[in-house]
């Protein structure tokens, strides 16, 4: 499957920033969908995920209560709506496809990935 994230930019703490996630390729109903971010100088780590439906959800703990994901399986986008951003939320932010359609947070169950979209916030 292929995945185009978009949405990323420059923002100031505190604010607000939603990213997308089109996906096309395979049937996207089929397969939860994560999002996770990448830091200058640091691993990879997991932020969002969602399951098939879009009726379970799970959060890092970093993000819960900031960050919501979501998604359309009509128009096969996931989105990650970013509130009260803070400028340890600056990385890029991958959006990827799950083996399953159950809602996880390992990368190993997630086998396809977006290209990034950059988020900046500024103190």
């Known amino acids: 499957v292929q995945l185009q994230a978009s949405g990323g930019g420059l923002v100031q703490a505190g604010g607000s920033l939603r990213l997308s996630c089109a996906a096309s390729g395979r049937t996207f109903s089929n397969y939860a969908m994560g999002w996770f971010r990448q830091a200058p100088g640091k691993e990879r780590e997991f932020v969002a995920a969602?399951?098939?439906?879009?009726?379970?959800?799970l959060y890092a703990d970093s993000v819960k209560g900031r960050f919501t994901i979501s998604r359309d399986n009509a128009k096969n986008t996931v989105y990650l709506q970013m509130n009260s951003l803070k400028p340890e939320d600056t990385a890029v932010y991958y959006c990827?496809?799950?083996?399953?359609?159950?809602?996880?947070?390992?990368?190993?169950?997630?086998?396809?990935w977006g290209q990034g979209t950059l988020v900046t916030v500024s103190s």
């Open positions: 969602i399951n098939w439906s879009g009726g379970s959800t």
């Open positions: 990827a496809g799950a083996n399953t359609a159950v809602v996880v947070t390992s990368m190993v169950r997630y086998k396809d």
